[in-house]
């Protein structure tokens, strides 16, 4: 994703962990949201399915609000932004042109490129 030119290392680009510090959500460098309830696995390379690079984000780590039970992605982001009330969208990424050309909503699902 353009949008992070900075990112040699290919860091993710947000994380969310559990109560318990788990990584449960990781959106790596390309924008590609990854989810385990029970936790992602750590990697010192590249995120990709089921991994989150360890302890490297770009934004940073959310954590989910406690009591929170999440066996979804949408779950898991509505504990991690609680303060959502209008389900505004997580991050946006804006092209030359002025518009969004991709974008994670409040579910945490990824649209665009």
């Known amino acids: 994703m353009l949008a992070f030119p900075d990112n040699e290392s290919l860091a993710d680009i947000l994380q969310i962990e559990n109560q318990g510090g788990e990584v449960i ?42 009591g929170s039970t999440i066996t979804t992605v949408a779950q898991a982001f509505a504990a991690a932004f609680p303060l959502n009330p209008l389900n505004q969208d997580i991050i946006q990424v804006i092209n030359v042109g002025g518009n969004v050309s991709y974008y994670i909503d409040y579910t945490g699902v990824a649209h665009g490129s």
């Open 25 to 66: 959500v990781s959106v790596s460098y390309n924008g590609t949201v990854n989810f385990n309830a029970a936790g992602l696995t750590a990697t010192t390379g590249q995120g990709g399915a089921g991994l989150y690079t360890l302890n490297r984000q770009l934004d940073r780590k959310y954590r989910t609000v406690p």
